[in-house]
């Protein structure tokens, strides 16, 4: 299993002071999956189009992503989203090199 | 309330036929985060993106001999592995194709037969000659069936390349 980490700080303009005590989590995730598709416009350039991936073939090239959200009042620090490759999934090899990428379970 | 909100994306290619995701699976992504809030480490947990996975059909032929077979006029043999190359599981309709472009070497297509004892061998009487249309048991993904075409080569054909199967 592979993991695609990504570390954030966020911060709210404006941010009242911390709820002592607060138990519901104000931070909110939400995965998504889109299929991306290359289609080749009138002028002979290249479009990348992302769908909603129903159904898939081997072979086909998905964009995993994890949408964030602060939805409390308090300050979130240390930031860290972890999202595992499927183990049907393969990372491409042409993924943005800045993207930080671990194969022991986020540990390093 | 104060909401910020991002993705963050990975990008990623199903793997490949021969290590494929079943046909019929579902493939389900769900992500993780920690963080600090008010001094406390938390975890949250994100719902599942499930991508369901389709068939895709694919499949190889090819020659069990190791090089050109030698044959005389009459009967003869030649062998062949059928690999399902697709994510699920098929039957495949069988055609050999004995007329080789560019010279008359055509030999005479008897039959297809599947070796039913998995000797990859043709055994007469064992491996029965499939009826039309020739069609293949069922393989599962990534499943093989080794099969015989059995041919007749007339006395006085020029040489040429075997056939070749399809």
Redesign the interface.
């Given at each position: 299993m592979r993991n695609a980490i990504l570390g954030f700080r966020l911060r709210c303009a404006g941010m009242a002071a911390p709820v002592l005590g607060q138990t519901s989590n104000p931070l909110s995730l939400t995965a998504c999956a889109k299929l991306e598709r290359v289609a080749i416009d009138e002028q002979g350039n290249r479009q990348i189009e992302l769908d909603d991936p129903q159904p898939v073939v081997p072979g086909d090239r998905l964009v995993l992503g994890t949408r964030y959200a602060n939805d409390g009042d308090t300050l979130i620090e240390n930031f860290a989203v972890s999202n595992p490759v499927p183990a049907a999934v393969t990372v491409a090899v042409d993924i943005n090199p800045a993207l930080p990428i671990s194969v022991d379970g986020g540990k390093a | 309330?104060?909401?910020?909100?991002?993705?963050?994306?990975?990008?990623?290619?199903?793997?490949?036929?021969a290590h494929?995701?079943p046909a019929g699976?579902v493939?389900?992504?769900?992500?993780?985060?920690?963080?600090?809030?008010?001094?406390v480490a938390?975890s949250?947990?994100?719902?599942?993106?499930?991508?369901?996975?389709?068939?895709?059909l694919d499949v190889a032929a090819s020659g069990l001999d190791a090089g050109p077979v030698t044959v005389r006029p009459g009967p003869a043999v030649l062998r062949f592995v059928i690999c399902n190359t697709g994510?699920g599981p098929e039957h495949f309709v069988l055609d050999a194709v004995t007329a080789v472009a560019g010279n008359g070497f055509d030999a005479g297509a008897d039959g297809i037969a599947i070796d039913s004892n998995g000797n990859e061998a043709y055994d007469a009487g064992i491996n029965a000659i499939l009826p039309a249309p020739a069609t293949t048991p069922s393989l599962a993904a990534d499943g093989t069936q080794a099969v015989f075409v059995l041919l007749t080569f007339r006395a006085g054909s020029p040489m040429a390349q075997p056939p070749k199967s399809t």
């Open positions: - | 309330m104060c909401a910020v909100g991002g993705l963050c994306v990975a990008f990623g290619a199903l793997l490949a036929p494929a995701a699976s493939i389900g992504s769900t992500a993780s985060a920690t963080y600090g809030a008010a001094g938390r949250v947990l994100s719902d599942t993106a499930p991508v369901r996975v389709d068939e895709l994510n």
